[in-house]
Each structure stands twice: as C-alpha cells, then as structure tokens.
C-alpha cells in the first residue's frame, strides 16, 4: 500500500526557470492539497484540489503559481520565472472523501533556487 | 483565518522524561486537531489526532488533550526515548480541509 508519492525528492533550478513539481496521492485518495514550509517553520496551505477542480487556492501567490489535479495523472504544482525567495519544500497531501480532513503527507519536494 | 500557535519552540528531556507542548487557536469553528513528528528531511507523520466532541485521547506513550472553551489542545508524551527526538506540529483544520499549524516544537531527548 504506496503512500503519497512525490518527485522529484530534490530540485534545483536557476532563476528564471520553471519548476514542476508532481504528486501521486494514496490509492483511493481523491482529495490533494499541497503545501509549503520555509527553513524552520511550519507548513503553510497554498491549495486544494480535487480531480479535475481548484477548490481553494487562497494559499497560492497570484502570480507565477499554478496547480492542477487532471483526470489522470500525478497533480502538479508549477511555479514560473522562479526566485530565490520560492527555495522551500514543498510537501503534498492527500486523504480519502470519506474524511477529508485526515490528511497523509508525501516525502516533499525540496527546491533549490540558484 | 485560523492562527495556531505553539510552545515551547525548543524542548529539551532527560530520557524517561515526560515533555508537554501546548497550542492555542483562534477559530472557535475547528474541529479537527492533528499532531505530526517530522524527523529532519522527512514527511510529517500523523501520530496523534483529536476531534472537538472529545476532551482526550490517548494512544501509548502519547496523549492529546483538548479544552475548547480555552481553545488550547496540547501533546503529552511519557516515558521519552531517543527516537521521540524530532520537530512536532500541531494543527487546526478550518472549513473542513485547511490545516493551519503551528510553528514547530525541537524535541530533543537526551540519553
């Protein structure tokens, strides 16, 4: 029984590039959330999604950030033009309909802005 | 929104000791109070977690007690050992599915 699957673990881009970042929920898990966590400090929301559906995105910055969960497939967060400020991990979550709130965390994806 | 904030930020035990780590929030409408252990560079994992119809839980070594009225919840852990080493969170949910944690507690057990 796989858990939350996150890749890739480590990301470095230089500023200006893109990152994509990909999470595979737990099987039977319909509901993904994504967060942030600068050097010691909490996690922080930036959205919530369901397939195919942007619940709540009140987390994300207006520009640069985009998340998707499509039909099929790992759900992605994309950040554009990164800048040394986006260096974090970036952990997502997932949890069954069933209980929303009950929420399994990925390994995280930690980036590195140059 | 819902703010969570957690003490101590550090805490250091003698093995066999018990350490406490105490939250408060702000949102009267939470329902949903999960702990998590991160270990350096790893997932938060959920250890322990509490709903607002129960005013404790406790499951080994760990226990989670919750006062709504005072709107503080706290994470009690006995008998420590070196493994309990890690950072802990808690948190609060709000509208059903946003977790809003605290800052983190550095437990460090000494043997």
């Known amino acids: 029984n796989a858990g939350v699957m996150q890749n890739p673990r480590h990301l470095v881009r230089r500023r200006g590039q893109e990152a994509r970042l990909r999470c595979s929920p737990m099987?039977?898990?319909?509901?993904v959330y994504w967060y942030r966590q600068l050097p010691e400090e909490g996690l922080k929301f930036m959205v919530y999604?369901?397939?195919?559906?942007?619940?709540?995105e009140s987390g994300m910055p207006k520009e640069r950030f985009s998340a998707e969960f499509p039909k099929e497939g790992p759900s992605i967060l994309r950040i554009q033009q990164v800048v040394r400020g986006d260096s974090a991990a970036y952990f997502c979550?997932?949890?069954?309909?069933?209980?929303?709130?009950?929420?399994?965390f990925g390994p995280g994806t930690r980036l590195l802005v140059l | 929104g819902e703010n969570v904030e957690q003490h101590p930020s550090t805490l250091s035990v003698q093995e066999g000791d018990s350490a406490v780590i105490k939250c408060t929030y702000s949102d009267s409408a939470s329902n949903y109070f999960p702990w998590y252990k991160q270990e350096l560079g790893k997932r938060p994992q959920l250890i322990i977690d509490?709903?607002?119809?129960?005013g404790e839980k406790k499951d080994q070594r760990i226990a989670v007690t919750l006062n709504k009225t005072a709107k503080h919840f706290s994470l009690h852990i006995t008998e420590t050992q070196p493994e309990d080493s890690a950072v802990y969170f808690c948190a609060a949910i709000s509208n059903d599915y946003k977790l809003s944690f605290g800052a983190g507690t550095t437990v460090t057990v000494r043997a």
């Open positions: 999604l369901q397939k195919e559906n942007i619940i709540d």
């Open positions: 099987k039977g898990h319909s509901h």
């Open positions: 509490i709903r607002s119809n129960v």
């Open positions: 979550a997932s949890s069954p309909g069933t209980s929303i709130e009950t929420q399994y």
